[in-house]
C-alpha cells in the first residue's frame, strides 16, 4: 500500500527557510521520478520539483533559484529545501511520484509571513 508522510512545514518569515521531508513507502521507490507538489488556498495543486531517479531535476519556474530537491534511494526518502521564502510559497506541500499516485499524503502546511 502506497504511504506518502510529509514533513518540515511551519511558519517562517519572508525570507527564511525551511526543509521539508517526505518518506515514501509501498512501491519501488528507486525506480520512479518523485516530485514535490504544492496547493495554495483556493488554487489547483501545482508541480514544484522532480527528480529522477538518477538525480536529473526539474523545477518550475517560480521557484527555480530557491527550491533544491534531493532524494535517498536506499532510506525512501525525498527532501526540498526551500530558500529565500516569499508570501506567494505559502501552501501545503505534497510529496508523490511524477506522474502521481491516487493517494496522497497528508501534506505539510509551509505559511510565510511575518
Known amino acids: 500500500q502506497v504511504q506518502l508522510v510529509e514533513s518540515g512545514g511551519g511558519l517562517v518569515q519572508p525570507g527564511g527557510s525551511l526543509r521539508l521531508s517526505c518518506a515514501a513507502s509501498g512501491f519501488i521507490f528507486r525506480l520512479v521520478v518523485m516530485a514535490w507538489y504544492r496547493q495554495a488556498p483556493g488554487k489547483q495543486r501545482e508541480l514544484v520539483a522532480t527528480?529522477?531517479?538518477?538525480?536529473?531535476?526539474n523545477y518550475s519556474d517560480s521557484v527555480k533559484g530557491r527550491f533544491t530537491i534531493f532524494r535517498d534511494n536506499w532510506k525512501q526518502t525525498v527532501d526540498l529545501e526551500l530558500r529565500s521564502l516569499k508570501s506567494e510559497d505559502t501552501a501545503v506541500y505534497y510529496c508523490?511520484?511524477?506522474?502521481?499516485?491516487?493517494?496522497w499524503g497528508q501534506g505539510t502546511q509551509v505559511t510565510v509571513s511575518s
Open positions: 527528480i529522477t531517479n538518477s538525480g536529473i531535476i
Open positions: 508523490n511520484k511524477s506522474p502521481p499516485h491516487d493517494i
